[in-house]
């Protein structure tokens, strides 16, 4: 790995500990407070083709509302090649952000636009 990827990915991993990964685990104690199902999980960067989707790094909040079979997901995950994070649904919506710009507020509104889309408006 070269320097700049690494760079990247420590930085990402940082905002993920610091920013993202918190209210990623807030999300998920609400949905099960109010019985949907839900897990975060995350990716390691892979240099090397390991046929993931995805080379990573990444966060990925997946759902099964009200336990349902079908699961919809929400990732937060690094773009090596171009340093930026994309932040991507189940249902193909994508924004990408500069690393940098993934603060809370942010991080919250990516968060509850999936669900409100997913569940419904939250009160």
């Given at each position: 790995?070269?320097?700049?990827?690494?760079?990247?990915?420590?930085?990402?991993?940082?905002?993920?500990?610091?920013?993202?990964?918190?209210?990623?685990?807030?999300?998920?104690?609400?949905?099960?407070?109010?019985?949907?199902?839900?897990?975060?999980?995350?990716?390691?960067?892979?240099?090397?083709?390991?046929?993931?989707?995805?080379?990573?790094?990444?966060?990925?909040?997946?759902?099964?509302?009200?336990?349902?079979?079908?699961?919809?997901?929400?990732?937060?995950r690094g773009d090596v090649a171009k340093a930026d994070v994309i932040v991507e649904t189940s249902?193909?919506?994508?924004?990408?952000?500069?690393?940098?710009?993934?603060?809370?507020?942010?991080?919250?509104?990516?968060?509850?636009?999936?669900?409100?889309?997913?569940?419904?408006?939250?009160?």
């Open positions: 790995m070269d320097r700049d990827t690494e760079i990247f990915v420590q930085g990402f991993w940082v905002r993920c500990r610091e920013t993202i990964r918190p209210e990623l685990d807030h999300a998920v104690d609400s949905l099960k407070a109010h019985g949907h199902a839900a897990h975060v999980a995350t990716q390691e960067y892979a240099a090397v083709p390991d046929r993931l989707p995805e080379p990573g790094p990444s966060l990925t909040l997946t759902v099964h509302p009200n336990h349902a079979s079908r699961a919809a997901t929400l990732q937060f249902n193909g919506t994508a924004h990408r952000h500069p690393l940098d710009s993934l603060e809370l507020p942010l991080v919250k509104a990516e968060i509850s636009t999936f669900l409100a889309d997913l569940l419904g408006p939250r009160r």
